[in-house]
């Protein structure tokens, strides 16, 4: 009798390298945006909307660097 394994599931992350603050991303994100072509418009409200969050982050005296 034949035991079959299935598909195989991988269970290992790859590793880390480098932690981003979230004006690095925000970054990324935004020059992204652009290269797609927003109106000004939409790129305002990304960065009014980024800024908000991060004055909110602030209030509660978070810093958070995020693996990527």
Known sequence: MVKRLGKRVKNERAAVKEKCS???L???FFAVKMA???T???LD???VN???FM???SEKKL??????
């Open 22 to 24: 979230l004006n690095q």
């Open 26 to 28: 925000f970054k990324r």
């Open 36 to 38: 797609e072509g927003r």
């Open 40 to 42: 000004s418009k939409a």
């Open 45 to 47: 409200s990304y960065r």
């Open 50 to 52: 980024f800024n908000f």
């Open 55 to 57: 004055g909110s982050l």
């Open 63 to 68: 810093k958070v660097l995020l693996p990527i």
